[in-house]
């Protein structure tokens, strides 16, 4: 009689019973009593599968059900969703401290490197964090910087046809990355050479964007490892290849500026006014701390400036062109407001941001109805806590539904209707911000972990729709109606549109003012 010789495939198969017993009995010996209130989910996998592709939207649906407050048990781990606002000033004001780490994600781990955005609450990256602010974010940098930005904008407004089609997040993409590399690297993104420069802007940044876009894909994939550790190494699906070609390619594109940064600092021939943010990291690097500031933190820092202020600034315009084009009401009103503020003889400056108002609050209500990171970046528990009568162990995961909470008809009137009136002064909301300070709108977060960048992306945003608008008449191409536009959201870490906005321009101001420079007439 021939001896049985198991193939590859029955061990695999095997194995993997064995692994699901393994975790069936840890499953139903772990659970905690006393959690909030949230659907059963299925053996070994507990409630994955209710995420979907969208989980902002399908978790908002479960808020209905279970209450503002939820627990989900995600395979070997547990995780919290907040979805109202005074949960969320629970976690993220008065539990703060406790919910600024990071859950672990095998993508972040090989796409961030060491920056800011997934490392945990610790000694480097507060520092790291204090850099990336004052270097970039803070208001003497801001004002410093002011007038790059406005040759960039003016630089912008030359580039838009108007005797075609525009995609609005290309040209938006372009003038957001110059601006980020100029305040990086002192160099606009098309001159810093490496592997991805060409001296034709659409060329360098239609990369960078592929890049980005994949970045956005990865982070927000499903990975099993992440929510079970015994099968962190088995890359069913074949991630792990694909993180590891993403992050050559991340390696690649900022590489040679990279390293001619380390050849100034080793030659010794800088000069503090000549420094830029990746100096200044280098030079932190070289001093003496209680902690070790390596490479890998300053190309984190990097790729945080590069991808979380290019991916939210150009999604948040994107839609906010995307409504006003839905609601030719608004972009009336705005031309009017900027007509009385501006006038037609020169360009918007971003002095005039303030007196805008009507600008302001399309902005606002776009990130109402529009968050660029919808469940914002997850947070973790560091130790175990109590929520109103609800215990919260140790490690567990913690999402905050800003999505959801800013569309919940208990808070705003009419709440899925795109209304910027109500951020005007006399509105319902007119006394409310975007920076953090009042829960029911969070589109930056709020707390320890609050966006760095919110100052500057904020601004950013402003200036753009103010420009786009002052500049040029908006209409839909291809005979499409208002009602025609495709609003549904795509899929990702943050809320892309599922299909790019294309628009027509006009211009309608006198034509010395598209010269991209903002040294005009006026200003």
Not at 54 to 68: D, R, S, V
Not at 156 to 162: S, T, V
Not at 407 to 428: C, H, K, Q, S, Y
Request: aromatic share 8%.
């Amino acid at each position: 009689m021939e001896a049985f010789t198991p193939t590859v495939e029955t061990v695999y198969v095997i194995a993997i019973a064995l692994l699901v017993i393994y975790l069936f009995k840890r499953w139903l010996f772990t659970r905690y009593s006393n959690l909030p209130p949230g659907p059963s989910g299925l053996p070994v996998i507990g409630s994955l599968h209710l995420f979907g592709e969208l989980p902002h939207q399908n978790l908002a649906k479960m808020a209905t059900e279970y209450g503002p407050l939820i627990s989900l048990r995600l395979g070997q781990k547990l995780g919290i969703v907040a979805s109202s606002p005074t949960m969320a000033m629970e976690f993220l004001k008065n539990q703060d401290a406790n919910f600024s780490s990071r859950p672990y994600s095998r993508s972040a781990e090989v796409l961030s490197y060491q920056g800011i955005a997934f490392l945990d609450n610790t000694p480097v990256w507060r520092y790291l964090r204090k850099i990336f602010q004052m270097e970039l974010t803070s208001a003497k940098k801001l004002e410093a910087s002011r007038r790059m930005r406005e040759d960039e904008m003016a630089r912008l407004l030359c580039m838009i046809p108007q005797d075609g089609v525009v995609e609005v997040a290309t040209h938006i993409e372009i003038l957001v990355t110059n601006v980020i590399s100029l305040m990086v690297f002192k160099k606009r993104f098309a001159e810093l050479g490496g592997g991805i420069s060409n001296t034709l802007d659409k060329q360098a940044i239609k990369e960078f964007k592929s890049i980005m876009d994949e970045q956005n894909q990865c982070l927000g994939a499903f990975n099993p490892g992440d929510y079970f550790p015994a099968l962190k190494w088995l890359d069913i699906q074949g991630l792990e290849g694909r993180f590891k070609k993403l992050h050559n390619r991340m390696e690649l594109c900022f590489s040679n500026v990279i390293y001619e940064h380390s050849q100034r600092r080793k030659d010794g021939c800088l000069h503090e006014q000549d420094m830029d943010m990746v100096d200044v990291l280098y030079a932190e690097m070289e001093n003496k701390h209680e902690f070790q500031i390596n490479e890998e933190h300053i190309k984190g820092v990097i790729w945080d400036a590069f991808g979380a202020g290019t991916d939210t600034s150009v999604l948040t315009t994107e839609w906010a062109m995307a409504e006003i084009l839905a609601n030719p009401n608004v972009m009336k009103a705005a031309q009017a407001e900027l007509d009385e503020v501006i006038g037609r003889n020169r360009l918007v400056q971003e002095s005039d941001i303030p007196k805008l108002k009507y600008i302001q609050a399309i902005v606002k209500e776009s990130l109402r109805l529009h968050p660029p990171v919808p469940l914002l970046v997850p947070h973790q528990s560091i130790d175990t806590c109590k929520v109103s009568e609800y215990d919260i162990p140790a490690g567990t995961m913690l999402f905050v539904n800003v999505w959801a909470i800013g569309r919940d008809a208990t808070i705003w009137e009419e709440p899925l209707r795109f209304n910027p009136n109500r951020f005007v002064e006399g509105g319902t909301s007119a006394d409310v911000g975007m920076l953090g300070q009042n829960f029911q709108f969070l589109p930056f977060g709020a707390g320890r972990r609050a966006c760095p960048g919110m100052a500057m992306g904020s601004l950013m945003v402003q200036s753009s729709i103010a420009n786009l608008l002052h500049a040029f008449d908006w209409s839909l191409p291809f005979d499409m109606e208002p009602h025609d536009l495709d609003m549904s959201e795509g899929v990702g870490f943050t809320c892309p549109r599922a299909v790019p906005l294309h628009a027509l321009a006009k211009r309608r101001l006198p034509t010395e003012l598209y010269k991209g420079t903002t040294v005009l007439k006026g200003q």
